[in-house]
């Protein structure tokens, strides 16, 4: 796995730049995730990562848009707002996550 | 004696039986099925029905005629499950004990929950599915009727049943509207919530190919919203629209009611399962089979009939207390119409996603792999007769549970690197 320096710190990703270790996050590395994705982290944008980070630790795999809305109360409409285009997507990678599986 | 007792007589629910009324004996356990229906849909056959390969009868069949003798059959619907109780409650007021339980209900297409699709202005009068026998029947009268406009694929969410099926759809739409002579007044749009036409890298590559060989527009990353009833048109979350005269739509897939019911699903009435073992990750007496649970392979056929071919092996050594051998690797492997008698095929797994190259398979084969061919559609046909004799008897297939890499070309690292940055 290669790894890349954000804010000082070594960090893991895979070939599409997605985290890979969950401990390797944080707060100031998520804003640069964030900015590179073209997204400037409001209130309500840290609420949607601390929801999918606590998620995680619990299900083990990354929430889907659907859980997310419906387990974490935003809305997949809000989601296209706060995340645009690819929600899903943009939100593991800002959260430190694995790209949630397009389930086949 | 012990009861077995099996929810949904569907492909993964009559293969369990079959499988396991062999291995259990007739004296220490009775085995139990109950579905609310009495016909069995050979559901692939579906994909076809509205281009005319086949008519409605050949695609049914009394289920009480899959069952092996010693198994009960008990037509009725579920209420629920209480898994404390080690109970299932019917509809009808009855109540079955178990002392193991098989899930295995399936999953079905829910229109109800994409607002406008299911309005009486629009559904199957403009607006279709076609994993239902009525949205199949009713598609191929609204095919033969259409003669200039435009065709909209749509997939609503994933997971969806059979993910292959909606591009087999659309191939299939081109050849049959190329046929008539009129595929020029014909627009073909395929939008999709994924990224691009399928899940996986190298087949969302060459089936993205073939979409744009077909003059088929791609619309992804549409996540409806709504359908305007009045203005035919698909409005996405992020406001795009896409209008349509003629939609054929896969609406949202969940899990049976009686799974929310009893409050052992998830936010898709889907029951958590282990993926290698299809034990439910709460109840140690329950499995899940089939479509019903939320492992991450596909919603299909044969990925159910590889898990019961294990399942029915380790099941035996879990009700006599020993180690379950053998650990499902997601193993799938999907027959794809392309159109004008061709067709693909894919083979993949959990890991593996599909690949070009050739699988072997004994007498028929070698086939390949996610290029157009005449065999592959050849297989494809026969399969139906390989469904109604073969597997759902549980007898014996050639093709092996877990996944092979023979003939399987590998992607190169280079080859990963630029998949990815076209993605």
Known sequence: MPTIEIAGKQITVNEEGFMTVYDEWSDEIAKVLAAQVDIELTPRHWEVIHFLRDDFKKEGESSTSRHTQTVGGFPIKEQFELFPKKPAKKMSYIAGLPKPKGCV | ?423
């Open chain 2, 1 to 423: 004696m012990k009861n077995l007792l099996v929810l949904g007589a569907g492909a993964a629910g009559t293969m369990v039986v079959n499988k396991l009324r062999k291995k259990l004996p007739n004296d220490t356990w009775e085995i139990t099925v109950v579905d609310q229906e009495t016909e069995h849909i050979y559901q692939p056959g579906l994909l076809l029905m509205p281009f005319g390969t086949y008519e409605p009868e050949q695609l049914i069949k009394k289920r009480q005629s899959f069952f092996p003798k010693g198994v009960n059959f008990i037509q009725a619907e579920i209420e629920k499950v209480d898994p404390t109780l080690n109970k299932v409650f019917l509809k009808d007021g009855r109540e079955i004990g178990y002392d193991y339980l098989v899930i295995a209900s399936g999953t079905t297409p829910r229109p109800d929950q994409t607002l406008g699709m299911s309005d009486p202005a629009i559904w199957y009068k403009s607006v279709f599915d076609f994993y239902t026998l009525a949205g199949a029947t009713a598609l191929r009268g609204a095919l033969r009727d259409f003669s200039s406009g435009r065709l909209v694929v749509h997939i609503t969410e994933m997971p969806i049943k059979c993910p292959v099926a909606p591009l087999e759809f659309t191939f299939l739409a081109d050849a049959y509207f190329e046929k008539r002579g009129i595929r020029d007044k014909v627009e073909i749009v395929f939008v999709t919530p994924l990224e691009g036409a399928f899940t996986k890298p190298v087949a969302s590559k060459h089936l993205g190919t073939m979409l744009n060989d077909r003059k088929i527009s791609l619309e992804s990353d549409f996540v409806i919203e709504h359908i305007d009833v009045e203005a035919k048109t698909m409005v996405s979350m992020d406001e795009r629209e896409v209008a349509f005269d003629l939609l054929v739509t896969v609406p949202l897939n969940m899990g049976a009611d009686f799974i929310e019911r009893s409050g052992i699903g998830d936010e898709l009435n889907y029951v958590p399962t282990n993926k290698h073992n299809f034990l439910s990750d709460e109840f140690p007496n329950i499995f899940v089979l089939g479509d019903a649970s939320n492992i991450p392979a596909s919603k299909a056929g044969s990925v159910a009939h590889f898990a019961v071919d294990l399942f029915s092996e380790n099941f035996v050594n879990y009700v006599n207390s020993r180690p379950m051998e053998h650990s499902f690797d997601g193993h799938a492997n999907c027959f794809i119409e392309s159109g004008n008698r061709k067709g693909l095929l894919i083979d993949f797994n959990y890991e593996v996603q599909p690949l070009t190259g050739r699988f072997p398979i004994p007498v028929i084969g070698p086939l390949p792999l996610l290029k157009e061919s005449y065999l592959n559609h050849i297989g494809k046909l026969a399969f139906r007769w390989i469904y109604w004799h073969i597997l759902l008897k549980g007898r014996y297939l050639p093709i092996p549970a877990l996944m092979s890499m023979a003939g399987k070309v590998q992607v190169t690292k280079k080859e990963k690197e630029r998949i990815n940055a076209n993605n």
